[in-house]
């Protein structure tokens, strides 16, 4: 079974920093697009960040260009995501998604003062 | 992208039809022939799942009481026969262009 695993949120200032982390199995990681979507509380949904298999493409909603970055490593089968300059508008669930079809449980982050 | 559904609000009746429309502010359909239009239900607490893939297919366990359709800007998702499991939130999606975008999201309650 396809299992994702996300770690690393919690409370933040804004303006800081905190980086996500998603282990992956259950499948072959490297022939996966993983990714990124957040819902703030009560929200909906948004796609915030993908990456293709090899890793050479990375894309990143408006919202966050320059202050995330997500990158893989193919021999520990997880995906990361590197949040900085951290609003309040950033608070969210984050949910770690393989290609278009499996979702991890999702990890909160809070961004407050 | 934009997507549009509706209703937002869907109060059915168990054993009862129901159906969400989502409209795209501009085409689905890729340049390489498909559409990449999907379907997922919320549960409460619970993380999405995906229920429908490229307009039309039901994932693997997903009762066959869900059917998608529509094509170029126009989707619907229709529960033929509500039962008490599928209350919760239900988002259209694409990814044809990026960045992929959901619908608001419609709150089916009984």
């Known amino acids: 079974d396809v299992q994702l695993l996300e770690s690393g949120g919690g409370l933040v200032q804004p303006g800081g920093s905190l980086r996500l982390s998603c282990a992956a199995s259950?499948?072959?990681?490297?022939?996966?697009?993983m990714n990124w979507v957040r819902q703030a509380p009560g929200k909906g949904l948004e796609w915030v960040a993908n990456m293709n298999p090899d890793g050479i493409r990375k894309l990143y909603v408006d919202s966050v260009k320059g202050r995330f970055t997500i990158s893989r490593d193919s021999a520990q089968s997880s995906v990361y995501l590197q949040m900085s300059s951290l609003r309040v508008e950033d608070t969210a669930v984050y949910y770690c998604v393989r290609d278009d079809q499996d979702w991890g449980q999702g990890i909160m982050v809070t961004v407050s003062s | 992208v934009v997507l549009t559904q509706s209703p937002l609000s869907l109060p059915v009746t168990l054993g009862q039809p129901a159906s969400i429309s989502c409209r795209s502010s501009q085409s689905l359909v890729h340049g390489d022939g498909n559409t990449y239009f999907n379907w997922y239900h919320q549960r409460p607490g619970q993380s999405p799942r995906r229920l429908i893939y490229k307009v039309s297919n039901r994932d693997s366990g997903v009762p066959d009481r869900f059917s998608g359709s529509g094509s170029v800007t126009d989707f619907t998702l229709k529960i033929s026969r509500v039962e008490a499991e599928d209350v919760g939130v239900y988002y259209c999606m694409q990814h044809t262009h990026w960045p992929h975008t959901f619908g608001q999201g419609t709150k089916l309650e009984i």
């Open positions: 259950g499948f072959i990681f490297s022939r996966h697009w």
